[in-house]
């Protein structure tokens, strides 16, 4: 299973402060740095991937409402950002993506294509970062100075890329799981999943947050895809 104590800063911190030492201080400037390069970084391209599918497709809502960029500032969600300081979850404000405008392939082929791109995205970011982590000198892993730590937080970004790709893809309204889940369903099991969607969204989370069942799934899971990166990245010796 995924370390999932080394995904939240916030507790990281406090067991620092409680317990200082050398190796917390650093475990605490790890996971905010891991963090805060998804909040500035991986956040942004994953909304831009979604806008990016759909452009790509014909529609260009995203593109003329400003959001087809890689500016944080753009993206960034208060509530989600606060959200990856406690726990490996966090969001950004959704792109706005209009199916019905993407004239290159059906409406429902459009939002399943668009919704997939995001988690795509965060595949694609661990993958590229697997290959950096190869590719450190073992002089860095021995080295008695900061940057010792530094493939620490590159492995990090590995990990909640694919946690957060895995949780995305969840079938649960409103994540990107749903919107590839309704290219298999008739329209009346949508709309009655978009029915009761504040209902489904309530009892995922309660489930999620209150029991370990989905966690533990979420990571089982991330840990067989980080495998997988790991075995294609296996031209790196």
């Known amino acids: 299973m995924l370390d999932m104590l080394r995904f939240r800063p916030v507790f990281s911190l406090l067991n620092w402060l409680t317990s200082p030492s050398e190796e917390g201080a ?16 991986v956040f942004p391209i994953h909304e831009y991937a979604h806008g990016f599918m759909a452009k790509f497709l014909g529609d260009d809502t995203a593109e003329r409402q400003g959001r087809l960029t890689l500016n944080p500032l753009v993206h960034i969600d208060l509530m989600g950002s606060l959200m990856m300081l406690f726990f490996p979850l966090g969001w950004a404000k ?26 795509a995205s965060n ?12 590719l450190i000198p073992v002089s860095v892993f021995m080295s008695d ?14 990990q909640i890329n694919v946690y957060i790709a895995v949780f995305n893809l969840i079938p ?16 009346r ?11 489904i969204t309530m009892i995922f989370f309660m489930v999620l947050f209150l029991t370990p069942f989905i966690r533990n799934f979420i990571g089982f899971i991330s840990l067989y895809i980080i495998r ?7 031209f790196i010796r």
């Open 172 to 187: 649960i309204p409103p994540l990107d799981g749903s919107k590839i889940l309704f290219f298999f369903l008739k329209p």
């Open 94 to 119: 959704p792109v706005p993506v209009n199916p019905s405008r993407c004239n290159k392939v059906k409406a429902k082929t459009a939002m399943a294509l668009t919704a997939a791109a995001g988690p």
């Open 145 to 158: 100075s900061a940057i010792a730590y530094l493939p620490d937080a590159f492995w990090l970004i590995v």
């Open 228 to 234: 997988g990166l790991d075995f294609l990245s296996g």
């Open 189 to 199: 099991y949508i709309y009655k999943m978009m029915e009761h969607q504040r209902m």
């Open 26 to 41: 650093i475990m605490v400037l790890i996971s905010f740095f891991a963090v805060g390069f998804m909040i500035f970084v």
């Open 123 to 134: 595949i694609i970011i661990a993958y590229i970062f697997i290959i950096i982590f190869k």
